[in-house]
């Protein structure tokens, strides 16, 4: 029998998902909010079970951090990284954004090692 990974949040990770959810909630709508916060756990609860299924992430990779994935839902990316028994989620963070920037930043206040 295959053993279920366990999924840990970052507080980093929490706060973004808070903040995303937060803001179309009072500048969308409740609904938008609810089915956006749907679709990002459905991905969530598979990684669970097979947390291979996102792709590396290339703008890490290119400076020699290869243990980072990422699944993409809509506009937004899940960063995370498997260790073990543990899918420790990282980052949330709307693509429109600078991706690179952000990344960089997180490298530098060590979140991302």
Do not use: C, H
């Not at 969530?44 to 890490?60: A, E, F, N, R």
Request: proline letters at 1%.
């Amino acid at each position: 029998m295959k053993m279920k990974y366990k999924i840990i949040w970052s507080k980093d990770a929490g706060e973004e998902f808070i903040e995303i959810l937060s803001w179309y909630k009072y500048n969308v709508g409740k609904n938008i909010a609810q089915k956006i916060y749907s679709k990002i756990n459905a991905q969530i609860k598979k990684l669970k079970d097979m947390p291979g299924i996102g792709k590396t992430v290339q703008i890490l990779k290119d400076i020699g951090v290869n243990d980072y994935r990422q699944i993409i839902q809509d506009n937004w990316i899940l960063y995370y990284k498997v260790e073990e028994q543990n899918v420790n989620i990282i980052s949330i963070i709307d693509g429109r954004r600078n991706l690179e920037e952000i990344l960089y930043k997180k490298i530098i206040d060590g979140k991302i090692k």
